[in-house]
């Protein structure tokens, strides 16, 4: 089992910055790809960012490349995304998610392991 706990959301002015943590608790959890999705009210789950096990390889979202960096700490069992240039648009619950599959993740855009979830709101 994998234990997921996110924080670091809040309530930023559109261009700031915002930087999200997930940790991770449990069995092997270096073994796990890690990844952050968000779902805002009435829409549907978005895939935002997928990390690798090893740390080596990250992949994006359309709507957050280039604004958007996910990176781990394995020592800390810390995935994070720091979040910049925020837009209204990015207002959404945000839910870390990990996988032994990093394919889950990327391109069927599922996870066996999900986070409770942190709240980002972005005013205009």
């Known amino acids: 089992q994998v234990q997921l706990v996110e924080s670091g959301g809040g309530l930023v002015q559109a261009g700031g910055s915002l930087r999200l943590s997930c940790a991770v608790s449990g069995r092997t959890t270096s073994t796990y790809n890690m990844g952050w999705f968000r779902q805002a009210p009435g829409k549907e789950r978005e895939f935002v960012a997928v990390i690798s096990g090893t740390g080596g390889g990250t992949y994006y979202g359309d709507s957050v490349k280039g604004r958007f960096s996910i990176s781990r700490d394995s020592a800390k069992n810390t995935v994070y995304l720091q979040m910049n240039s925020l837009k209204p648009d990015d207002t959404a619950v945000y839910y870390c998610?990990?996988?032994?599959?990093?394919?889950?993740?990327?391109?069927?855009?599922?996870?066996?392991?999900w986070g409770q979830g942190t709240q980002v709101t972005v005013s205009s």
């Open positions: 998610a990990a996988d032994q599959r990093i394919e889950t993740i990327a391109r069927r855009h599922r996870a066996n392991y």
